[in-house]
């Protein structure tokens, strides 16, 4: 007999309990966004390769090593989006969204790399982010965290560390970038080897590298900081303020860069130490050449996103105990034909009287107890048994699963009011 055929390395599906759970993390993002009065945005999966190569890098791991890059029938070469940024740039440049004009827009979907899957950290991935265009003050800085912090709170995950880092502007950036490559070059062969390819070519993200004796070495590199211009000085120190008027606490981090080339002044990331290596849960900062960059008018831009799976894990540890948002309230058991068929209208009805009622119909027959067996298995609060003696005497049993409640008998003429009192405690 053939081997069945299995999902690709690093694609993974995604089952009821977790896309219970992967509903609840872009619900709640809907949620802050429209709080926060920013607008959706939908974009393709498909876009132009030169579009990433501009935006992201072409010295960048995610350009070089993990793009899934094809030439399609035209003979044009295309990517799966490795990120969103880019195409938010692309669109609103495309869609005359940015020229002399303030955007707060959110997004959430998949997205491609091709990289050593990890917990978290999977070939197809999923981000929710926003992304703010044309205000170039602290105060939009502030306000993407701020919105990051009521995001993360609002989905229940504690635990998390703020950390901060200002990049300067270009000119800063090309002196520090001389003075790290001074120093860097002193210990070029203890480097690993990525970071002896990126010395010369991107050597800010040597500042990033996780390899112990690269980080031994990075950790006495000249300081970004000392070589800020005065104008990102006092952005960062304007940044920080707001932070500290909004009591949202944050650490500066010097080693904070960021894998993308486009960001400038201001990055950003809430860490965690519960998902291993992969501590960033969410990440961003500011790319204000971004969307001349690639063609449109200057805007200053500052955004962030967030990796959905690495929510998910989180909200896995934190909540294990919490049942599934998806569980139904009620499970309907009925025995006997009569009974089966009195179950069915009753439980529609219930449906149209409670709007947002989590009703589940058992089907396939089955004997009392496997009923309620199923009833456990899928997490329900309550199960409503129905059978012949219960008909008779005109009524319904209502048995509580989750917490220790002595059974009741409700009339069936009374059922949607009595039921009432009972469902907001499921």
């Not at 070089?64 to 440049?93: C, H, N, Q, W």
């Not at 999977?122 to 912090?149: C, K, L, N, T, W």
Request: proline content about 4%.
């Amino acid at each position: 007999m053939s081997k069945s055929i299995q999902s690709l390395r690093g694609f993974n599906d995604v089952l009821p309990a977790q896309a219970a759970l992967f509903r609840r993390v872009f619900t709640t993002a809907a949620e802050v966004a429209a709080r926060y009065g920013y607008g959706e945005i939908r974009l393709p999966l498909l876009e132009a390769t030169a579009l990433f190569k501009r935006a992201v890098g072409e010295v960048t791991d995610v350009v070089e090593k993990e793009m899934y890059s094809f030439d399609d029938r035209d003979g044009v070469s295309v990517s799966l989006r490795p990120e969103l940024t880019a195409g938010v740039v692309r669109a609103g440049i495309e869609h005359g969204l940015l020229h002399n004009q303030q955007q707060r827009l959110w997004y959430a979907g998949p997205a491609f790399r091709h990289e050593r899957p990890q917990a978290g950290r999977y070939r197809q991935f999923h981000q929710v982010g926003v992304e703010a265009y044309g205000m170039a003050g602290p105060d939009i800085d502030a306000e993407v965290i701020a919105f990051s912090h009521r995001f993360l709170t609002t989905l229940g995950i504690g635990g998390l560390q703020l950390e901060i880092n200002s990049l300067g502007g270009s000119e800063a950036r090309a002196n520090y970038r001389s003075a790290l490559i001074d120093y860097l070059s002193r210990y070029e062969s203890e480097l690993d080897e990525d970071s002896r390819r990126r010395l010369h070519s991107n050597p800010l993200r040597v500042l990033d590298s996780k390899v112990p004796r690269t980080r031994e070495i990075v950790a006495s590199a000249p300081q970004l900081a000392d070589h800020l211009e005065s104008e990102s000085r006092a952005h960062f120190d304007g940044w920080r303020q707001a932070l500290e008027d909004l009591g949202i606490p944050y650490q500066v981090s010097p080693q904070l860069v960021r894998g993308l080339d486009y960001y400038t002044r201001g990055v950003f990331e809430w860490t965690t130490t519960e998902l291993g290596s992969q501590g960033t849960v969410l990440a961003g900062g500011r790319y204000d050449n971004l969307v001349s960059q690639l063609g449109g008018s200057p805007s200053p831009a500052v955004g962030w996103a967030s990796g959905v799976e690495r929510l998910v894990l989180l909200l896995e540890k934190q909540q294990s105990a919490e049942v599934s948002a998806d569980a139904p309230q009620l499970y309907f058991c009925a025995i006997g034909e009569t009974a089966e068929r009195r179950a069915r209208i009753l439980a529609e009805e219930l449906r149209n009287q409670f709007g947002g009622l989590r009703l589940s119909l058992n089907a396939g027959g089955g004997k009392l107890k496997s009923q309620l067996a199923r009833a456990e298995r899928v997490g329900a609060a309550f199960a409503l048994v129905l059978g012949e003696a219960e008909l008779a005497r005109g009524a319904v049993q209502v048995k509580s699963l989750r917490q220790t409640l002595p059974d009741q008998e409700l009339p069936l003429s009374e059922l949607a009011l009595r039921l009432s009192a009972l469902l907001p405690a499921a």
